[in-house]
């Protein structure tokens, strides 16, 4: 009895199969890391939202972005459970420190989906003075159009949204993009 071929069509997708994931593992793992990126936003070039509330960290009483006219300011929301905003920290905490003796640019943050207890914890541990908003309800990153975090927003001295940035914030492209804001 002589033996009936099968086709290895099985064996030739699986094979296939694996190449394809070989080559996907090795174009992730070479790839430059997304970090942060300039993007788009409707709010470039006009008025910055309002932004206002009491304040969690980083000072007392309430905030208002109307009082910082006049300074660039950092509009950066993030959230403690999300890894690239805690990688950003230091970079904005470096900022925020090389841009307190002159007063010309302020960092806020406002908080995304987090509970108000874990931003305290988070503030206490990793530092940070700027003031931090509670956004309980969400109606702040409803209105700067908010979809994920960390997003920040630079918004220039007579209060107009100059650039948005997705994903965490280096200290090297903030500077740069003061520099621009301010004409230096």
Request: glycine share 12%; hydrophobic share 45%.
């Given at each position: 009895?002589?033996?009936?071929?099968?086709?290895?069509?099985?064996?030739?997708?699986?094979?296939?199969?694996?190449?394809?994931?070989?080559?996907?593992?090795?174009?992730?793992?070479?790839r430059a890391p997304?970090?942060?990126?300039?993007?788009?936003?409707?709010?470039?070039?006009?008025?910055?939202?309002?932004?206002?509330?009491?304040?969690?960290?980083?000072?007392?009483?309430?905030?208002?972005?109307?009082?910082?006219?006049?300074?660039?300011?950092?509009?950066?929301?993030?959230?403690?459970?999300?890894?690239?905003?805690?990688?950003?920290?230091?970079?904005?905490?470096?900022?925020?420190?090389?841009?307190?003796?002159?007063?010309?640019?302020?960092?806020?943050?406002?908080?995304?989906?987090?509970?108000?207890?874990?931003?305290?914890?988070?503030?206490?541990?990793?530092?940070?003075?700027?003031?931090?908003?509670?956004?309980?309800?969400?109606?702040?990153?409803?209105?700067?159009?908010?979809?994920?975090?960390?997003?920040?927003y630079l918004v220039?001295?007579?209060?107009?949204?100059?650039?948005?940035?997705?994903?965490?914030?280096?200290?090297?492209?903030?500077?740069?993009?003061?520099?621009?804001?301010?004409?230096?």
């Open positions: 009895m002589s033996e009936v071929r099968r086709p290895r069509t099985a064996l030739y997708s699986a094979a296939a199969l694996g190449v394809v994931v070989v080559l996907l593992v090795a174009v992730l793992a070479t997304a970090t942060s990126k300039i993007d788009k936003s409707p709010l470039l070039g006009k008025p910055a939202p309002a932004l206002a509330g009491p304040v969690l960290t980083g000072g007392t009483g309430a905030f208002d972005l109307d009082s910082l006219q006049g300074r660039v300011v950092l509009v950066n929301f993030f959230a403690t459970w999300c890894v690239p905003c805690v990688q950003e920290h230091d970079d904005l905490r470096r900022f925020a420190e090389a841009h307190a003796v002159a007063g010309d640019a302020r960092v806020v943050s406002v908080v995304f989906g987090d509970e108000p207890s874990n931003v305290r914890r988070f503030f206490a541990r990793n530092g940070g003075d700027w003031p931090v908003i509670g956004d309980a309800d969400g109606a702040i990153a409803t209105s700067w159009g908010v979809a994920r975090v960390p997003e920040s220039g001295p007579d209060g107009t949204v100059l650039s948005k940035v997705t994903g965490g914030i280096k200290y090297d492209m903030l500077e740069s993009l003061v520099a621009r804001a301010t004409g230096g």
